[in-house]
């Protein structure tokens, strides 16, 4: 069963634990808090006297894991979508295609790396809730098997109509995402797209895609390229790490008899 988080911006007292609790958990630098940045992967928006939090949706057909050419995004099993730095291509397909305009860039780093929200992976992962949803007294963030945390957001509106605009955002945006947010008022007066329509983006990400100078015809024809030297390339790793601790092997032996001999002596 997937994972999800649920934001409630009615419960939400912009206390900011959710983003402080991010930045200690990945080790962020204290900048850029207030937008979405590779120094911030969470962080809390005020739209019209509304909070909103900022961060991937890890959709459940996540349209940046399609155009990867290299398979450097993933759809776990348990739900979040991850990065893998070590097989990115620096592409930035993902950044270009992502409907909520969450993946971004080290533009600044020598060796660049796509930065977003992996929902603490190796937490949920093991059993454990994402670092931002530990923190919140208040009831604004939970987190759990997404359809919990989308029955928990339907009975909250049901509970409480006149406190909340009668609509979950994610339940069916997109095709559906792992991050579920509810409110008083609307979504797009809350600063979320809403013109991603209820399909699955994958199937249509490449149509888009090929209208963007290049993309298909230059850069298109280079993916199969640059997927073999990133295969190639973790090849040559492999088989020099092997080499390696056969190397060492036949060392740790060597020493071993050499301490027998001087025990013996």
């Known amino acids: 069963m997937s994972y999800g988080i649920l934001f409630d911006s009615v419960r939400c007292r912009q206390c900011g634990g959710c983003v402080d609790a991010c930045k200690v958990k990945w080790d962020l630098p204290d900048r850029d808090p207030?937008?979405?940045s590779?120094?911030?992967f969470t962080t809390l928006e005020i739209h019209d006297g509304h909070p909103v939090r900022r961060m991937c949706m890890h959709c459940e057909n996540p349209a940046c894991v399609?155009?990867?050419?290299?398979?450097?995004?993933?759809?776990?099993?348990e739900g979040p979508v991850i990065y893998h730095a070590d097989r990115c291509m620096g592409c930035r397909y993902c950044v270009i295609a992502c409907p909520f305009s969450i993946p971004k860039y080290e533009w600044s780093s020598a060796v660049p790396r796509v930065r977003k929200c992996v929902m603490c992976h190796d937490r949920v992962s093991?059993?454990?809730k994402p670092a931002c949803t530990l923190f919140c007294p208040y009831g604004g963030i939970q987190s759990g098997p997404r359809e919990e945390m989308l029955a928990e957001a339907k009975r909250r509106l049901a509970e409480e109509p006149d406190k909340y605009h009668q609509h979950v955002y994610g339940e069916r945006e997109a095709g559906g995402t792992g991050v579920l947010v509810i409110g008083a008022v609307p979504p797009e007066r809350l600063g979320l797209p809403v013109n991603v329509g209820d399909d699955p983006l994958?199937?249509?990400t490449w149509a888009a895609l090929s209208r963007l100078p290049g993309v298909v015809g230059v850069a298109g024809?280079?993916?199969?390229?640059?997927w073999w030297v990133v295969r190639r390339r973790d090849q040559v790793r492999a088989e020099e790490a092997a080499a390696f601790?056969?190397?060492?092997?036949?060392?740790?032996?060597r020493v071993t008899?050499?301490?027998k001999q001087e025990v013996n002596s």
């Open 126 to 128: 093991r059993g454990k």
């Open 245 to 253: 601790a056969e190397r060492e092997e036949k060392a740790r032996a």
């Open 202 to 204: 994958p199937e249509k």
């Open 221 to 226: 024809a280079f993916s199969l390229a640059f």
């Open 257 to 259: 008899r050499r301490e």
């Open 38 to 40: 590779e120094n911030t």
């Open 66 to 77: 399609s155009v990867c050419p290299v398979r450097a995004l993933e759809k776990t099993p």
């Open 34 to 36: 207030d937008k979405l």
